[in-house]
């Protein structure tokens, strides 16, 4: 069996969304002729307050080496926060002890935080062997030009224009979540061609709702109402999910003024729209949803919840609201647990998106789309239309199909990176020296 080093800052019990690319890695690549070694930061370098059931969802068998960083009261009078930042040095001295001391086939660097990926030239030098770094997200992203131009988000956007290159010129292979996020890198960067990056999305894993139904929380965060039809969006609401979620309110004030008796029978749940455990009491579904005259029946609770207190909300609702962004490239992650929890659901993505693909071959729900700004506007009697039958006839929708989205099961992710990892590993024996 190879052996992959995959450098993963974040890992359980941190609650943070880029956990669980490697998690899946970890229990799944075994069964496709890998062995993962994940290399993180010690949990007691994480801010963030642990989830301890995420943890129990990692098994036994999988190696870890955990590293220290320098501790954030050190940094953070410099305003750095990042653990990629506070654990790099230590990080990187990891990688190469391992190398040193057994046999390593690639290592897989995984991001965001995307610092650690400029580690990728020096390890390459050292140890010889391909490098892969996977893009969970744009460490370029369109909207940081947008920003004001003394605001952190825009000397972000500046420093990530000058060191993504620097990582990127040493990589063997590379993987993001998206074939859009693939095409802006492959603008960007002459040497990067198809033969070389693969779109493999985060994926989800069916057996994460087992483990609830074996272990039964005990205790919630957030309830749903027992009285109410719930419908519940979990996840961050970001600032370019507003037009979208707009309309959905738009259409689902119409709705109420031809249905008035629905207006005591309905929740709206939002969960952890701020994605972070500890957040302030600031509700931006809830100022929205005033707009509308919509917040007796819109509830917020900004803190991020546990992971599976997160997929009980999704089993538990009657309807979900998979709303992304009016970004081509957006892909979120949370659509797979909300499409295996067998919740139906609404879902409405860019035309581009790989989530709307994914959602439309899987069924389960309502797909909506568009493909610009400007059609946006056009959608609200659909909207409308879908909203009535996930409330009023659920029943009509059909079931999801297991076998139109295997691929994006953790299991299919990891046997796709499995390929990666063997390509990876051909090409470079194949390099001159």
């Not at 002729?33 to 999988?62: C, F, K, M, N, S």
């Not at 947008?146 to 990589?171: F, I, W």
Request: aromatic share 6%.
């Amino acid at each position: 069996m190879k052996t992959v080093l995959i450098v993963s800052p974040h890992f359980p019990p941190s609650t943070l969304a880029g956990v669980h690319r490697a998690r899946h890695l970890a229990k799944y690549l075994p069964g496709h002729g890998w062995h993962p070694v994940i290399i993180r930061v010690d949990e007691a370098q994480y801010p963030e307050t642990p989830d301890p059931d995420l943890a129990a969802l990692v098994p036994d068998h999988v190696e870890q080496i955990r590293t220290g960083a320098i501790d954030i009261s050190k940094t953070r009078r410099f305003g750095i926060g990042d653990i990629g930042i506070r654990g790099y040095s230590a990080l990187k001295a990891a990688v190469l002890a391992e190398v040193s001391k057994r046999d390593v086939d690639a290592i897989l660097i995984t991001g965001s935080p995307f610092y650690p990926m400029l580690m990728a030239g020096a390890v390459k030098r050292k140890t010889g062997l391909p490098i892969i770094l996977d893009f969970q997200d744009p460490w370029i992203a369109a909207q940081g030009a947008e920003r004001p131009y003394l605001s952190k988000g825009r000397m972000a956007h500046r420093l990530s224009m000058v060191l993504e290159p620097r990582a990127v010129k040493h990589a063997d292979f590379i993987t993001s979540v998206s074939e859009t996020q693939n095409a802006q890198m492959a603008e960007r960067y002459q040497h990067l061609h198809a033969g070389i990056m693969a779109a493999i999305p985060i994926g989800g894993d069916p057996e994460d709702f087992d483990a609830l139904r074996q272990r039964p929380l005990s205790q919630v965060a957030f309830v749903l109402s027992d009285d109410h039809i719930n419908l519940s969006f979990v996840g961050t609401f970001m600032p370019r999910t507003g037009p979208l979620m707009a309309l959905l309110f738009q259409a689902l004030q119409g709705l109420l003024d031809e249905t008035p008796d629905l207006r005591n029978r309905l929740r709206l749940n939002f969960v952890g729209t701020s994605n972070q455990p500890n957040a302030s009491d600031h509700k931006p579904v809830t100022d929205l949803a005033n707009e509308f005259g919509l917040s007796d029946i819109v509830r917020e609770h900004p803190q991020r919840v546990p992971f599976l207190e997160a997929l009980n909300i999704l089993a538990n609702s009657d309807g979900l609201l998979l709303i992304g962004s009016d970004e081509p490239h957006y892909t979120a992650s949370k659509i797979y647990p909300g499409l295996m929890s067998g919740t139906p659901y609404i879902s409405l993505f860019h035309d581009a998106s790989s989530a709307n693909e994914i959602l439309t071959s899987a069924q389960g729900g309502l797909v909506l789309s568009f493909n610009s700004k400007r059609s946006l506007g056009n959608l609200v009697p659909e909207i409308a239309d879908a909203l009535k039958t996930l409330i009023l006839k659920p029943e009509t929708i059909p079931a999801s199909n297991p076998s139109a989205y295997a691929n994006v099961t953790a299991n299919g992710v990891s046997r796709d990176f499995a390929d990666v990892f063997d390509k990876a590993v051909a090409s470079t024996s194949k390099a001159p020296t």
